[in-house]
């Protein structure tokens, strides 16, 4: 089945399930350019297509060789406009969440009147985006959640050495992921004291704002293999955000085996923290609730850290690629296509 991808900002794991699929099904993939703050250098199969979008692009496209379109979100009008008279399957890649505000009771409402009507199913990354899709006039048997999984470039691991004591944060230096909340909590909590160091990896434009520290150190931007390489010493991980509607790094850091420490904000929190089991979640904007987090985990011996590391590797293997291609398998075989 030849399937077009209409895509806004890519990201490796999606590359990843992309390539691993091909074969299977035949890829055309359209997409904006990489983002400057996750500059991802991507090692696409050679035989998807892929394009960075432009008119040309999508002029020359010719919707009739597809059976299906994947299309991320519903705020490109060029990409809904080209779907419009689409007459084959058409499915709504999202990862909003329900959060119960005014402006999505509107929203959805809105949704169903207008352009529901132009999808056939909803692929989400888990729970909270599965209520959204319910709420914008999605039947339960026309959503599958799984639409983000942990890049391969990511290894799980075995074995672990909890004994460096590295605390690592991976994400871009922007407003919401909160970082300077988590630096001031960390030299604020008992982590130096007792031997800890943290590490960052991103960028982005609070890059020139960092906090320098012997105790902090600031890796920049790493590619999968190279994350995958420092992770594997990594003692544990932690994600400040004030606003994450996924966060596949949260899964990608259980696959690692570290223990985690996760702003409620966080919408993956729900897929892959047990609390009390495998890590705490705090308030993102409470620093007392974050630095007794921290403390918590610092004050754990390493038999403790590899317990909450191994729940952390057990609860990863919830989500994976085969469950990716096995939800698109259902939707392109789906003898009940509408509502």
Not at 55 to 67: M, Q, R, T
Not at 166 to 180: A, E, G, I, M
Not at 309 to 319: L, R
Request: aromatic share 12%; glycine share 6%; proline share 3%.
């Amino acid at each position: 089945m030849k399937i077009l991808v209409l895509y806004r900002e890519l990201a490796d794991y999606m590359v990843n399930c992309l390539n691993q699929a091909q074969g299977t099904f035949h890829f055309t993939v359209i997409h904006y350019p990489v983002h400057a703050e996750a500059p991802f250098q991507f090692n696409w199969k050679d035989d998807i297509i892929h394009n960075e979008k432009n008119s040309s692009v999508l002029k020359n496209l010719n919707l009739k060789e597809y059976n299906a379109v994947l299309i991320s979100g519903w705020a490109d009008k060029e990409y809904m406009a080209l779907i419009k008279d689409y007459a084959g399957i058409k499915i709504l890649m999202f990862d909003t969440p329900w959060e119960n505000q005014f402006r999505q009771f509107i929203g959805s409402f809105y949704f169903r009147s207008k352009l529901k009507n132009r999808f056939n199913f909803a692929f989400v990354p888990g729970d909270s985006q599965k209520k959204m899709a319910s709420k914008i006039g999605f039947s339960s048997s026309h959503i599958r959640t799984g639409l983000y999984t942990a890049s391969d470039e990511i290894e799980a691991v075995a074995e672990k050495d909890y004994s460096t004591k590295t605390l690592w944060c991976v994400s871009r230096y922007v407003p919401q992921k909160n970082l300077h909340f988590l630096w001031t909590c960390f030299l604020k909590s008992k982590g130096i004291a007792l031997g800890w160091k943290l590490h960052c990896a991103g960028t982005g434009i609070e890059w020139g704002q960092r906090v320098l520290n012997d105790n902090i150190i600031h890796h920049g931007f790493l590619q999968p293999k190279e994350l995958n390489s420092e992770l594997n010493k990594a003692s544990a991980f932690v994600l400040p955000s004030t606003y994450e509607p996924w966060g596949v790094v949260v899964h990608e850091c259980a696959k690692k085996a570290l223990p985690l420490i996760l702003s409620t904000s966080i919408h993956s929190h729900f897929q892959f923290l047990s609390e009390g089991e495998n890590g705490y979640a705090f308030n993102p904007k409470n620093e007392s609730d974050l630095i007794q987090a921290l403390n918590g985990l610092f004050e754990k011996s390493e038999s403790q850290l590899a317990q909450m590391g191994h729940v952390s590797s057990e609860k990863s293997k919830e989500i994976s690629v085969q469950n990716w291609i096995n939800n698109l398998t259902y939707f392109l075989t789906s003898g009940n296509v509408r509502n």
